[in-house]
């Protein structure tokens, strides 16, 4: 699938540009600025991981770039170019022929996204045929192929069974072959393995990471889980109350921050990183994003801040490295890191924090 992208010196950009994205939302208790200002690429064959707490902006993102949000909701303005165009403007009958084989969604909520009363080998084989020109018989090899890549027990004969037939897990697997099912090229996964249990989890992530791979599929993963993004992930952009706290690769993002919030993150993060010497939570509550503080909207929370953080909106800072973060005193957060790698590191303090995860679940935000 690269490939076909660079005969005749055609210009091999970035698959995916968002730029300077926003959106709201319209309630009765005032307007969410839900996402507020968020710019991010991905390469071809590339996997972007996004990650922050519930509420920071991630569904929303993602929602806006397959044009899928909800009717309270909309892009005010940025632009979200795929393959070299700005979908922003395109209209519902353009974006639903690039839904399917140019760009596919795996949803938190599978249920949401299955259709109650059709089979879902027909749901599966329904994108193939309708984009693709694939016969029914060729489309149903091709389901019960992808059944069993996703790891559906006894494709053959599940192929004829409804949703409601099967578990959650099941559900979310069947959501996966959906979105694979037209062989797009670029892929949003949001949360998409929470459900699943480790076997089948790490599964779905190889069979990702190989579309990556070998296919020149680019996707972009919202996940709670860092090790995930770790491993299937080149870079990783941190969100905290609709905006981007850090960009960059993702091996210096998460053992090197340069952000408060993804220093309390990663330490928030059961068997992530050995610097920590135990799982602590970040204290405080996530911002309004109806009226979020002035200033750097992480400062009530932060035990770096200063006064000029409470009325400075950090900008972006490029940093070396191809990293950015929106901190006005990054030099803090590291100065931390070394203090602490300096200091002593007493294992039987990790043993302690593995032993009671429940302390220090709810930090980086409970999976919804
Ligand atoms: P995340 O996926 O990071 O948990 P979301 O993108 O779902 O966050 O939400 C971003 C913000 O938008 C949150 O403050 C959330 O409360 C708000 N929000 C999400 N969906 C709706 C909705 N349908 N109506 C009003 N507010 C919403
Ligand atoms: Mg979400």
Redesign the pocket.
């Known amino acids: 699938m690269t490939a076909a992208f660079s005969p005749g010196g055609a210009p091999a950009g970035p698959m995916l540009q968002v730029r300077d994205l926003h959106?709201q939302?319209?309630?009765g208790r005032g307007t969410?600025r839900?996402?507020d200002g968020v710019s991010f690429e991905v390469p071809r064959g590339e996997a972007l991981g996004?990650v922050?707490?519930?509420?920071?902006?991630?569904?929303?993102?993602?929602?806006s770039i397959l044009g899928v949000l909800?009717p309270?909701?909309s892009v005010t303005s940025g632009q979200i170019i795929l393959d070299g165009r700005d979908l922003v403007p395109l209209k519902q009958t353009d974006l639903n022929r690039i839904r399917g084989p140019k760009i596919a969604m795996i949803f938190?909520e599978p249920m949401s996204a299955l259709n109650p009363v059709m089979r879902v080998g027909a749901q599966i084989a329904e994108g193939p045929m309708l984009h693709q020109g694939l016969s029914r018989a060729k489309a149903a090899e091709r389901a019960l192929d992808l059944m069993r890549r996703v790891g559906i027990p006894h494709p053959e004969r599940r192929m004829r069974s409804y949703p409601h037939e099967f578990s959650g897990g099941m559900r979310q697997r069947v959501m996966i072959a959906i979105a694979l099912a037209c062989e797009p090229e670029v892929i949003l996964c949001?949360?998409p393995t929470t459900a699943l249990d480790v076997t089948i989890q790490d599964q779905i992530l190889r069979l990702l990471a190989r579309l990556c791979r070998e296919s020149g599929v680019s996707l972009v993963f919202?996940t709670h889980d860092l090790p995930v993004v770790a491993q299937i992930c080149q870079q990783v952009a941190v969100?905290y109350g609709?905006r981007l706290a850090e960009y960059g690769p993702v091996r210096d993002v998460l053992h090197d921050p340069r952000h408060p919030y993804t220093l309390g993150l990663v330490r928030s993060a059961p068997d992530f990183d050995n610097v920590r010497e135990a799982l602590i939570p970040i204290p405080g509550a996530?911002p309004?994003?109806?009226t979020p503080p002035d200033g750097c909207r992480f400062h009530p929370r932060c035990k770096f801040a200063e006064e000029d953080c409470q009325v400075v909106e950090p900008p972006m800072k490029p940093l070396p490295g191809g990293r950015a973060t929106a901190c006005l005193h990054y030099e803090r957060t590291i100065e931390s890191l070394e203090a602490e790698r300096a200091g002593q590191l007493d294992p039987v303090d990790l043993q302690v924090a593995a032993e009671q995860p429940d302390e220090a679940a709810p930090a980086a935000?409970s999976a919804?």
Do not use: F, H
């Not at 922050?52 to 929602?63: A, I, P, V």
């Open positions: 959106v939302i319209a309630t969410v839900a996402v996004l922050g707490e519930s509420g920071s902006g991630k569904s929303m993102t993602l929602r909800p309270t909701a938190q949001d949360e919202v969100m609709g996530p309004s994003l109806i935000g919804p």
